[in-house]
């Protein structure tokens, strides 16, 4: 079946410090790729996504590359700010509109 | 964006009572909607598949009987946990999705089951 698997948190970084948040997926087909942010108490915002090999989806900053030959879509940002303090959430999803598989979700706080 | 509401937001009941939570698509017709669970920092659990006028697909271990689902129209879907208990608290939160199939995610709803 398919899966997501996400680098283990909590990642603490300083403020403008680089981020790198790990994904790789487990798929039988092609399918697409998101990164989903939870901030505390709310749902979940899509953040990025990318729908085929060596797409890369970027939003707010935030970039992240569907690679096929490593079967991952690591998330990254330059430079992060206090307000980027949330849950991010990888994502898979095997053909359009179904069901989505997400990863563990990883914890990021950014200190002022 | 499209907006997905859920109501209440918060809601605390007796063990043994029953909640509905509401999930609304705002500006769009959803035949489909998905009602996630999430647990303590865990990932979010898909629990069952809402089809507009149809029964709801369950994923597997998920009791149909205790969490009902209704999608009685384009813009509405509810689930109700019955006779809870406090094993069933919880954040739960729903998505819809649109006619160009995508997915629009709800704010969540803390269920705190006493």
């Known amino acids: 079946g398919n899966s997501v698997t996400q680098m283990e948190g909590p990642v603490t970084l300083s403020e403008e410090a680089f981020l790198t948040i790990n994904c790789t997926y487990t798929a039988t087909g092609y399918p697409s790729l998101f990164w989903y942010v939870q901030y505390p108490g709310e749902g979940l915002q899509l953040l990025l996504k990318?729908?085929?090999?060596?797409d890369k989806g970027s939003n707010k900053g935030f970039e992240a590359t569907y690679r096929k030959e490593t079967t991952s879509f690591h998330l990254e940002k330059g430079s992060v700010q206090v307000s980027d303090s949330a849950v991010y959430f990888c994502?898979?999803?095997?053909?359009?509109?179904?069901?989505?598989?997400f990863g563990e979700g990883t914890q990021l706080t950014v200190n002022p | 964006g499209a907006v997905v509401s859920q109501h209440p937001s918060r809601v605390i009941c007796k063990s043994g009572t029953s909640v509905k939570i509401e999930c609304r698509s705002l500006?769009?017709?959803?035949?489909?909607m998905f009602w996630y669970r999430q647990f303590p920092k865990k990932s979010l659990m898909l629990m069952a598949t809402s089809n507009e006028g149809s029964k709801a697909t369950y994923e597997q271990g998920v009791e149909k009987d205790k969490f009902l689902i209704n999608h009685a129209s384009l813009t509405l879907s509810t689930l109700t946990v019955t006779s809870a208990h406090p094993e069933d608290s919880s954040f739960y939160i729903c998505?819809?999705?649109?006619?160009?199939?995508?997915?629009?995610f709800g704010p969540g709803t803390r269920l705190t089951v006493t």
């Open positions: 994502a898979l999803q095997e053909t359009s509109g179904s069901r989505l598989t």
């Open positions: 990318a729908t085929k090999a060596d």
């Open positions: 500006d769009f017709q959803a035949t489909t």
């Open positions: 998505s819809a999705r649109d006619h160009n199939y995508e997915q629009y």
